[in-house]
Structures are given as structure tokens and as C-alpha cells.
């Protein structure tokens, strides 16, 4: 007789459950990991690589389902398998009406590309995922230049550390619970501009050195992240309307909580602050808004102010009401609440950090980037070596913010170079 197969399934962490019911066609809420080889992709060995690393990360192996009260994880026997590349950048994954995995391995000349739904990880989650692919595929094609001098996988975590609920595990942990947020509510500045064709990302990368774009920071005595978070308030108040002015530009900016809580998850695990800037109150002169951003990222970067934040985001997931709403009402109420936060975020700036690879791949990878879906003009960023590349995606034709943002950079002797999907 033949033994059904056990269904293993799994709730959705904190974070996570927003990203279902918010999903549009212009914000798919799909981002994408790129890796730029010096080779041109083997996909047959692609393919093995990614047999491989599948089983390292079992969560990846899961389909999206709805149940009467929540979104939920449901195991599958699904085998991921590469293509060349064919769709628009992040293009949407999760489809109500499909059972299929919630992420892609995608390849097209020398770059491979993972596109992953939000709601399955974080941008340090996929990460992980490929790191762990690009190691498989540097030691299966290059195992022979290697020989001897390949380096043994650093897994990172176990599998039921990757697999954990870690805004779970840290729940009861959280002090300051009685303590309010002081997060700004007012309405902020939103940019406008006419859409793509097809609701299509345009998606425009900047490659520079990461010496050079640091030497600039250290003139203005502050760290990369906060001055190009600067540079981009700045950017943006350039092509701003003049009857605009009077709303605050609010950047909000992802906070990876693995540095602040122990935790090895490869699930979602961030938070998330947002900086204001008014320019109808205060200098447009890039060094005012510099040490504005510091003094804003040194109040929000805190444990005390992200424990604040999470614990008022978690009390409502953990509100026995909450818990008994039917899933078609959860949905209804988070997209009207995300609509209203919305109102209070012009755009975001998200920098992921620096990726280590072993050194002996690095005569055959140039660099690596990341870029998401975007329903606005936003900014992530990534370095690999020397090499930082900054991604602007846009639903709009208009790329005037961009413009304004690389030529600064080129001003001031910084060699950028410029590619785009359009």
C-alpha cells in the first residue's frame, strides 16, 4: 500500500503577512539578487547548483496558501528549475490562482538572477540562498582551476535556525513595551509621473567604486549609508514642484534586526524607520541635510526606539481579535493601513551591505546587486569588493531624480557606470 505523503506547513512571521495583501501589478512586491560572472552562464550547471542549495534551505520549497484566518506555507514537491530570462524585471510570483514556488533562478549572458516574493524572506535571508547557489556554481565549473584551493561552504546556520520565526522567538524578550513611538504621521511629499508601458519597472544600476563613493563621505564626515540617503533627499528636492515644497520628504529605510537580536533565521526579520527632512523649514544645502540624516539615523538606530516600533507591530498580530478576523477582512484592513502609511513615506533607500564570497572566486565574479519592485523611485544598494552598484527602479518614464542623484556623484571625480533595463 502506498503511504501518503505528510503536508508540512508553517505560519507566516511578522512581517511577511502584510506582503499577500498588498500585492498590486505595478508593486509586485518581488525583489532581485543578481550575480555579474566574467564567464557566460552554463545552465546546466546552474541547474545543479540550484538542485543543491534547495536542500540547505527547505522554506524555499513552499507554496503561498490561504486558510479562514491567516496566509500560510504549505510544503511541496515542486522542483525549481532555471530559465533563461524572459519576463520584466520582478515580475509578480505569487499568483492567487497558481500553486507554485515563490521564488526564480533566472539567467541571461554572464548574470544570474534570483527574484524572490517578500513575503518568503528578507533581502539578508536571500541572500544566504545565493551565496550558497554561487558557491555551488563556482566549484562545479571551476573545480578543475580551483583544484586544491576550493574553500569548504559556510552554511551560516543550521536548517532549523534558517527555518525559525524569529520576530516569534523574540516576542516576550522586547522591553520598552509601554513606551509610545515618536514616528512622524504627517503627510509627506509623493512623487509623481507618468507610468510605464505594461506597469513595467524601469530599473537603471550605477557601478562604482566603493573607495571613491567612501573618500566623498569621510569629506562630509559621514558613513556611505547616510550620504547617500543624503544625497537622495537632495535629489529628490531638485525636481520637486515648487508648490510641493511645503510637505516633508520621508525616506523610509529597512533596519536588518539580526544585528541587533540573535538570530541565524533566513525568513524575514526587519524593521523599518523613516527619516524626514522639510525643506520649507530647513537649508536645501547638502551638508545641512547630511547632519540632519546622521542625527536622524543615530536617534532611530537604537535598541530602545526598534523595540518600541516592533512591539506595537506585534501586539496586533498577537490581539486575540486580531486573530479571529477572517483572512478576506485581514486583507481589506492592511491594505487600508498600508495605504495610510503610505501617505507618510515618499520612497525608500534600502543598503543590504557588503557580500563576502570566498577569495578564490573572485577572478570570475565582477559584481553582484540588488533592485525590487517599486510603485516609486527608490534606491537599493549592495557592494561585492570594490564595486558598489546603487539601483534605482521606477514605475515611471521620468528619470529626472536619477539623473540628478549619478550626476552629483560624477561631479565630484567618481567614475560611474550606467546601465538600464529601458
Known amino acids: ?88 524585471v520582478c515580475a509578480p510570483i505569487y499568483i492567487k490562482e497558481k500553486r507554485n514556488l515563490l521564488f526564480r533562478v533566472i539567467y541571461y549572458n554572464k548574470r544570474i538572477n534570483l527574484e524572490v516574493f517578500h513575503a518568503l524572506t528578507d533581502g539578508s535571508g536571500s541572500m544566504w540562498f545565493m551565496e550558497t547557489l554561487i558557491y555551488h556554481y563556482m566549484t562545479i565549473r571551476y573545480k578543475d582551476k580551483l583544484s586544491d584551493d576550493i574553500p ?44 510605464n508601458d505594461e506597469n513595467r519597472t524601469r530599473l537603471i544600476e550605477g557601478s562604482m567604486s566603493v573607495k571613491s563613493v567612501l573618500d566623498l563621505a569621510h569629506k562630509y564626515n559621514t558613513t556611505l549609508t547616510v550620504f547617500l540617503t543624503s544625497l537622495f533627499f537632495y535629489s529628490i528636492y531638485k525636481e520637486m514642484p515648487s508648490n510641493k515644497v511645503i510637505y516633508p520628504v520621508i525616506l ?41 540624516v546622521n542625527d536622524s539615523f543615530k536617534r532611530g538606530l537604537t535598541k530602545e526606539e526598534i523595540s518600541i516600533h516592533l512591539y506595537k507591530l506585534m501586539s496586533l498580530e498577537k490581539n486575540p481579535f486580531t486573530r479571529i478576523i477572517p483572512l478576506g477582512l485581514k486583507d481589506l484592513t492592511l491594505k487600508i493601513a498600508n495605504h495610510i502609511n503610505d501617505r507618510r513615506i515618499t520612497t525608500t533607500i ?50 529626472d531624480i536619477q539623473r540628478t542623484f549619478f550626476k552629483y556623484l560624477t561631479s565630484n571625480n567618481i567614475e560611474v557606470t550606467i546601465t538600464s533595463n529601458f
Open 350 to 399: 534600502s543598503n543590504i551591505g557588503q557580500i563576502k564570497m570566498p577569495t578564490e572566486f573572485q577572478d570570475y565574479i565582477h559584481q553582484f546587486s540588488i533592485c525590487v519592485s517599486a510603485r516609486r523611485p527608490q534606491i537599493t544598494l549592495c557592494s561585492y569588493k570594490d564595486n558598489l552598484v546603487i539601483s534605482f527602479t521606477s514605475p515611471f518614464e521620468e528619470t
Open 252 to 292: 523610509s529605510v529597512p533596519i536588518n534586526l539580526r544585528q541587533y537580536y540573535e538570530s541565524a533565521t533566513a525568513r524575514n526579520f526587519f524593521s523599518t524607520m523613516n527619516i524626514s527632512y522639510d525643506f520649507n523649514k530647513n537649508s536645501p544645502e547638502l551638508e545641512s541635510i547630511i547632519e540632519s
Open 1 to 88: 500500500m502506498k503511504q501518503k505523503k505528510t503536508i508540512k506547513w508553517r505560519r507566516l512571521d511578522n512581517a511577511s503577512k502584510i506582503f499577500p495583501a498588498t500585492i498590486t501589478s505595478i508593486d509586485t512586491k518581488v525583489f532581485r539578487l543578481s550575480c555579474e560572472l566574467y564567464d557566460t552562464i552554463d545552465p546546466e550547471i546552474l541547474q545543479k547548483s540550484l538542485d543543491l542549495t534547495i536542500e540547505s534551505f527547505p522554506l524555499y520549497k513552499s507554496v503561498l496558501r490561504r486558510g479562514i484566518f491567516w496566509y500560510y506555507f504549505e510544503s511541496s514537491d515542486i522542483k525549481p528549475e532555471v530559465e533563461i530570462e524572459s519576463l520584466p
Open 152 to 195: 569548504k561552504i559556510n552554511y551560516k546556520a543550521s536548517i532549523s535556525e534558517k527555518m525559525d520565526d524569529s520576530f516569534e522567538k523574540i516576542h516576550n524578550k522586547i522591553e520598552n513595551r509601554n513606551k509610545k513611538s515618536k514616528r512622524n504621521k504627517e503627510k509627506a511629499y509623493h512623487i509623481k509621473g507618468n507610468k
